[in-house]
């Protein structure tokens, strides 16, 4: 488990939810991965996306936005022009985790990163046809809270 130093803040507020989608965006536009998805694709102006995508979260972890829109519609699109596949979703969730951990530490910080695993698989299945509810998809996605990182290797 990776431990941020001590001090470190939790998400509190929508500028903290700016932050943590700036530095994550950061790294999955740079992604090799799934980048193209965002870039290529999707072309995503983030300036444009970010108000939106930071009112699911805020609406996710704070319930103090109003967020009606359709998170899968955009995913759905992209996955129809590039498939997605476990592969794809587990680099979003090892980003988006990593970039959580890289600001944050407490409650909240850890709501984000399960909310975040949760709606990576829900994707996933989603887009896959797979609407198991066991959790073993068989699509080869292992939710990264499920493995033990070393990093003595």
């Not at 955009?74 to 476990?86: C, E, I, K, V, Y």
């Amino acid at each position: 488990m990776i431990t941020s130093p001590p001090g470190t803040p939790d998400i509190g507020d929508r500028a903290d939810l700016v932050a943590l989608l700036r530095r994550f965006y950061e790294a999955a536009l740079a992604d090799r991965l799934i980048g193209p998805y965002f870039t290529e694709i999707a072309g995503l102006d983030l300036e444009a996306h970010l108000p939106r995508i930071t009112d699911f979260w805020e609406r996710a972890l704070l319930r103090t936005a109003d967020y009606d829109g359709n998170a899968f519609a955009p995913h759905a699109a992209l996955h129809d022009t590039r498939p997605m596949t476990a592969e794809h979703f587990g680099r979003w969730v090892q980003l988006w985790r990593a970039s959580v951990d890289g600001l944050y530490a407490g409650p909240r910080a850890d709501h984000a990163k399960v909310q975040g695993e949760r709606i990576a698989l829900a994707m996933l299945r989603r887009l896959s046809g797979s609407e198991d509810t066991d959790g073993d998809t068989g699509l080869g996605f292992v939710p990264l809270a499920a493995l033990r990182l070393r990093t003595d290797l």
